[in-house]
């Protein structure tokens, strides 16, 4: 069957309010782990996972931090308008954005719009015992989102503000409100690098006690970073899911973590979808470069459906067919050889990658996942993943007091 011909009501499942996980457990890796390997499922502790996994195998975490992407105005009117950070617009760069100090530009949406008609909204805040007020102006609609102008004086960086006013923005199926809590809880342990709007939650089960029994085995660790953006709670609304427009996230994967990968024959343990995707990426990625050797990173930009057609690798237009596709390794090796021409030590770049039934994994042998939503395109990518057999593992789940979704239970799956 046609990827693109999938019905997403095949991939639906009844979840009861009670197993959406409101907190998490009170310690991370104490949480239940789901093992399915072989076809086979059975469960354990999260704090055991590092004796499942093959000894000197490689791990990759996605390391990005989740930002108080939450803003709260209030009008003269009493009106509360909340402003919510999706992705920098001017400077684009997430780095370089929360380094400002006076100005700048993003894509975001906004609630209770039709009470903001026209003028800029401020408010005041305590900045080292001084007022500092921030103003936000819209600049025009981009799409569903609105680009919204922020301006202030006193010095603070962006990155502060946001520390000062922000609101961590917790997912909107917890059905609560942020609390102080959220600000640890809601951060994986290994997190570093700001953008994320929602946490890369696979990583959240992790401790420092795991991740030196990780080391202890030999395996080894390395980091990239996916920004997850809103659009990963975006629920496929069409029939089909060829009619869904997957969102677009920002990469960035280090030279010597291709290197690692080379390393390892091409082969990965990735924790969590977001780094399942970026993995993925790659792979194109190294396709596109090899196609064209004067590509720019821009160019890079994986397409959502790209991986299902067929895809010339040379300049001569003739169509590679699957099993014609080039390894893992050779991927990956024309992409870092791209890299040094270009003197990169970092890849930044960005993918609309859907996996789905039909997707053929390349780079991706096991996967650490929480319990995803019913008619979900991450349910599509562990389905794609454990060949189909997703019933069966969130049959068991659900029969044996798992808990679902960014505050649950977590699964490692070996097929």
């Known amino acids: 069957?046609?990827?693109?011909?999938?019905?997403?009501?095949?991939?639906?499942?009844?979840?009861?309010?009670?197993?959406?996980?409101?907190?998490?457990?009170a310690q991370r890796d104490h949480s239940k782990l789901l093992i399915y390997k072989k076809g086979e499922v059975g469960e354990d502790t999260f704090y055991n996972?590092?004796?499942?996994?093959?000894?000197?195998?490689?791990?990759?975490?996605?390391?990005?931090?989740?930002?108080?992407?939450?803003?709260?105005?209030?009008?003269?009117?009493?009106?509360?308008?909340?402003?919510?950070?999706?992705?920098?617009?001017v400077p684009a760069d997430y780095e370089q954005m929360?380094?400002?100090?006076?100005?700048?530009?993003?894509?975001c949406l906004v609630g209770n719009q039709k009470k903001w008609k026209d003028g800029a909204l401020s408010r005041t805040i305590d900045y080292n015992g001084k007022e500092l007020t921030i103003c936000a102006t819209r600049k025009g609609e981009h799409g569903t989102s609105q680009l919204i102008e922020f301006e202030w004086s006193g010095g603070a960086s962006f990155?502060?503000?946001?520390?000062?006013?922000?609101?961590l923005p917790i997912p909107p199926y917890?059905?609560?409100?942020?609390?102080?809590?959220?600000?640890?809880?809601?951060?994986?342990?290994?997190?570093?690098?700001?953008?994320?709007?929602?946490?890369?939650?696979?990583?959240?089960?992790?401790?420092?006690?795991?991740?030196?029994?990780i080391d202890a085995r030999g395996i080894e660790r390395e980091e990239l970073t996916l920004h997850v953006g809103a659009g990963t709670f975006k629920p496929v609304k069409s029939e089909t899911i060829g009619n869904h427009a997957?969102?677009?996230?920002?990469?960035?994967?280090?030279?010597?973590?291709?290197?690692?990968?080379?390393?390892h024959n091409g082969e990965a343990i990735a924790v969590g979808t977001t780094s399942v995707r970026t993995l993925e990426s790659l792979y194109y990625m190294g396709l596109k470069v090899m196609q064209n050797t004067?590509?720019?990173?821009?160019?890079?930009?994986?397409?959502?459906?790209?991986?299902?057609?067929?895809?010339?690798?040379?300049?001569?237009?003739?169509?590679?067919?699957?099993?014609?596709?080039?390894?893992?390794?050779?991927?990956?090796?024309?992409?870092?050889?791209?890299?040094?021409?270009?003197?990169?030590?970092?890849?930044?770049?960005?993918?609309?990658?859907?996996?789905?039934?039909?997707?053929d994994y390349k780079i991706v042998k096991m996967m650490v996942t929480n319990f995803h939503q019913p008619q979900s395109t991450l349910l599509l990518l562990v389905s794609a993943f454990v060949h189909g057999d997703w019933h069966k593992i969130y049959d068991y789940a659900l029969s044996h007091d798992f808990r679902f979704l960014s505050y649950g239970d977590s699964s490692l799956l070996m097929p």
């Not at 693109?4 to 979840?15: M, Q, R, T, V």
Request: with cysteine; aromatic share 8%.
């Open 49 to 89: 996972l590092p004796g499942y996994l093959p000894e000197n195998a490689l791990m990759v975490f996605n390391n990005t931090k989740v930002i108080q992407a939450r803003l709260h105005f209030r009008k003269n009117t009493g009106a509360l308008i909340e402003v919510f950070l999706l992705e920098p617009a």
């Open 246 to 263: 997957m969102h677009t996230e920002y990469v960035a994967v280090k030279r010597h973590t291709i290197e690692r990968l080379i390393a």
């Open 174 to 213: 917890l059905n609560r409100e942020t609390q102080e809590s959220d600000k640890t809880t809601y951060q994986t342990v290994y997190s570093k690098i700001k953008g994320s709007v929602a946490a890369p939650t696979a990583g959240l089960h992790f401790t420092e006690r795991v991740l030196k029994d």
């Open 1 to 25: 069957m046609d990827t693109k011909e999938i019905h997403i009501s095949e991939y639906n499942y009844e979840l009861p309010d009670e197993r959406i996980a409101k907190f998490p457990v």
């Open 294 to 359: 004067d590509a720019n990173e821009d160019e890079l930009h994986v397409e959502q459906w790209e991986p299902y057609g067929a895809i010339p690798t040379t300049n001569e237009k003739s169509e590679v067919r699957n099993e014609e596709w080039p390894s893992a390794t050779e991927a990956l090796q024309a992409l870092l050889d791209w890299m040094d021409r270009r003197k990169l030590t970092v890849l930044h770049s960005s993918t609309q990658i859907i996996i789905a039934p039909g997707y």
């Open 98 to 107: 929360f380094q400002q100090t006076e100005s700048c530009s993003w894509l």
């Open 159 to 167: 990155a502060e503000i946001l520390d000062m006013m922000g609101e």
